[in-house]
């Protein structure tokens, strides 16, 4: 079947709409004692059906396999193991709805009354005893994992079930057959019950029911049973939202969107040791071409990231620091958290993000086509980064403290198999300028120094967020940058941020525990670029960190305004989410590399980034480099004395609908004005001010303004910096 028509079938055929689910309840489990038979010969025509006679098949305890840990019943090795186990219906009618779950090595097919209702790793209808299966899969539980689900929606059970008895059948496979040095054969089968009553076992401690409510959106991932590999799984998604603050349950039709999609796992460490994987999904049309879309208030686009916070216990570290990215100005990956379904199977909180790319709604840098291959045209719309994975091309120096290792670089956009050698040739050009420039910044190339390559605001401001967050992946994995063309500035820009799921605290190698200490000197498994050091001798560079540190230190970087944002969304959290998602992934009291600590309680996660996070600033105000004279607001006013003797603070900064003016001395009539950085003026009132004072600002877009208190009695102004959000 080709993928166009898979897709429209996909389309036309997908089963979201279910009745009401009471409870789950057990039919089979894998540790049952069922019927079983080694395929070392042909098994009869049959086998998989209700009337056949097993009675000389062996009998055994689940699972069924080599003896290496997962199994209660052994055998000797065999190409194939076929398994029945039967069981009784009390009340059809009770039944809504089935899940069949699997744990195997290597593949199988599963049958109910004889019809097939979910496959893996293996071909042929039916596959014979000598059948190999497709490929190499290790069983998941052993390691701490959970089976895969296969759902089975009503229609299809109401054909299949009967009162009384039934019998679930499978069949499993090695992908080396008999040579194979191991089975594993761990099956269960549950109902959704839309009654009150209890006729069936109950689930097992990892079934998670996949009905709930919540204030988050619901992302529902359809692939139709097909395991989600490394390589594009065609499937669809639904999203449930009913808008800010509203339940959304997950037994609702999806409202928000509904289409196409292929869905891979993603992850680079992550993707090997957790079992909450994380994932890239790419939204398609309906003959299977990539299609942009808007949802849940992410412009429109077709590249999506589900980021799935594993060892990252408080699930806010990626989402927090994205925040300060934007809150500093620049572009940084917009983020949401969902809860995440996988046919039928519930997968906890993940962190819904933009793919970094090229885009008019995320890098907003001119496209470079093919054709651009000379003039101003080939200098910008270049993203690339330093990574883990194969390299394009490699730096000319040596890492810091690390002779003879050379940083590596990738092409994010264009990627390498689209890139034309004169793109290529132009970009490490310029890159080697720019190196050789801060390698020996006394000297000059083609009489440019090291500012005249690179935005020396964008790097200050890199600096400011790895070294607050201490991530020991900050400046040799995961970072990237971005050159836009000569006649719009074209030099290159530090960003947009990634990847701090292990910073704030949550590792123990690299000093990344200690809230005191730069990171820019670590050597973390490969070393850091030299530049760093070089920056951090260079007047302009310090003195750029420094301005930056003070002028985020009064917005973004508040304390006041971090512990609302992590006040804000952990109360987004914890109405049964978090609970739902620690249940799913039973972690809290468990140590999870490279967790420094074992904290027993979603608060205490949250404890603990929060002082984390007051010791690092309070280290940061006290050593961060530099001297900064801020320069005059240039706007209107600028030569009326200021209010000197009033501490007046801003509160929640940034924020996104009300600004509260707080002062312990403020009182009286002022004239309050908003205005943007460039001086327009957006707001004006004369107002009684005491103490505490609100402003609607809900009206006003992204971005930094300023706020100015006139005391006409007095003849004294004072000005404030705030950013909305």
Not at 141 to 161: D, K, V
Not at 255 to 269: D, H, V, Y
Not at 487 to 509: C, Q, R, T, V, Y
């Amino acid at each position: 079947m080709s993928t166009k028509i898979f897709i429209i079938f996909l389309l036309i055929y997908s089963p979201y709409l279910f009745g009401q689910i009471d409870h789950w309840e057990t039919a089979v489990l894998a540790e049952d004692y069922w019927q079983y038979q080694e395929g070392n010969s042909s098994i009869p025509d049959g086998w998989n059906t209700l009337d056949f006679v097993d009675d000389f098949w062996l009998f055994g305890m689940g699972s069924i396999g080599y003896g290496d840990g997962d199994d209660n019943t052994f055998i000797e090795p065999t190409t194939s193991l076929y398994m029945r186990r039967t069981f009784q219906v009390v009340d059809k009618s009770a039944i809504e709805r089935a899940i069949f779950h699997a744990d195997y090595d290597d593949g199988f097919v599963a049958y109910l009354n004889g019809i097939e209702i979910a496959r893996a790793n293996l071909e042929g209808t039916p596959p014979t005893h000598e059948t190999w299966a497709t490929e190499l899969r290790e069983a998941l539980m052993y390691e701490g994992g959970n089976p895969i689900p296969f759902s089975i929606g009503t229609t299809q059970l109401n054909e299949i079930l009967q009162e009384g008895e039934n019998v679930l059948t499978v069949q499993t496979h090695n992908y080396e057959g008999a040579a194979s040095t191991d089975m594993t054969t761990l099956y269960w089968l549950s109902f959704g019950i839309n009654n009150d009553t209890y006729d069936y076992n109950p689930v097992p401690d990892w079934f998670i029911s996949p009905e709930f409510t919540t204030n988050l959106p619901i992302l529902k991932v359809n692939t139709f049973d097909t395991y989600i590999s490394e390589e594009a799984t065609v499937g669809e998604l639904g999203i449930i939202w009913n808008g800010e603050g509203q339940e959304n349950n997950s037994q609702e039709e999806a409202n928000e969107f509904f289409g196409n999609m292929t869905i891979k796992r993603r992850g680079q460490s992550s993707l090997g040791l957790f079992p909450k994987n994380g994932y890239a999904i790419e939204t398609k049309d309906e003959i299977g071409e990539d299609k942009d879309v808007a949802f849940l208030n992410f412009p429109e686009e077709e590249d999506w990231i589900l980021h799935g916070p594993y060892s990252d216990k408080t699930l806010l570290r990626n989402v927090i620091t994205m925040h300060w990215a934007k809150g500093m100005g620049q572009y940084a990956s917009r983020t949401r958290f969902v809860e995440l379904l996988i046919n039928e199977q519930y997968e906890g909180i993940y962190v819904l993000m933009e793919k970094i790319k090229r885009d008019k709604n995320r890098v907003d840098i001119a496209t470079l086509n093919p054709e651009d291959i000379e003039g101003d045209e080939l200098t910008g719309g270049y993203v690339f980064k330093i990574d883990k994975g194969d390299a394009d091309w490699f730096s000319q120096y040596d890492m810091i403290n690390s002779p003879y290792s050379k940083l590596a670089f990738q092409y994010v956009s264009p990627k390498l198999a689209k890139i034309q050698p004169e793109q290529e040739a132009y970009l490490q050009a310029y890159v080697d300028s720019f190196e050789t420039a801060i390698k020996y910044p006394n000297n000059t190339i083609d009489g440019k120094t090291y500012a005249d390559f690179i935005d020396i605001n964008s790097f200050a401001e890199h600096f400011i967020l790895t070294e607050l967050t201490k991530n020991v992946d900050g400046y040799r994995i995961s970072t990237y940058m971005y050159k836009e063309k000569d006649s719009k500035g074209g030099k290159i820009h530090a960003g947009p941020m990634w990847d701090f799921n292990i910073a704030l605290g949550n590792i123990e190698a690299c000093n990344g525990l200690t809230e005191w200490g730069w990171m820019y000197e670590e050597h973390c498994g490969n070393s850091n670029p030299f530049w760093w050091g070089n920056f951090l001798e260079e007047e302009a560079f310090v003195n750029a960190v420094k301005c930056r540190w003070l002028e985020s230190r009064e917005t973004v970087l508040h304390m006041d305004s971090i512990t609302e944002f992590i006040n804000e969304k952990v109360a987004l959290l914890s109405d049964g989410a978090v609970d739902r998602n620690f249940e799913r992934w039973q972690v809290l009291d468990q140590y999870v590399w490279p967790n420094p600590f074992i904290h027993y309680t979603y608060t205490d996660e949250i404890t603990y980034l929060k002082n984390y996070l007051t010791a690092r600033i309070t280290w940061m105000d006290n050593n961060i480099f530099g001297i900064c004279t801020l320069p005059p607001i240039d706007t209107v006013d600028t030569n009326i004395p200021t209010i000197s003797n009033i501490e007046i603070q801003l509160f929640p900064n940034p924020s996104k609908d009300i600004l509260r003016i707080e002062s312990e001395l403020l009182y009286g009539e002022y004239e309050v004005g908003i205005f943007t950085t460039e001086g327009q003026e957006c707001y004006t009132e004369k107002t009684q001010i005491s103490q505490n004072h609100t402003i609607d600002i809900s009206d006003l877009t992204t971005g930094n303004y300023l706020l100015k208190i006139y005391d006409r009695k007095n003849d004294a102004i004072q000005w404030k910096k705030f950013m909305v959000f």
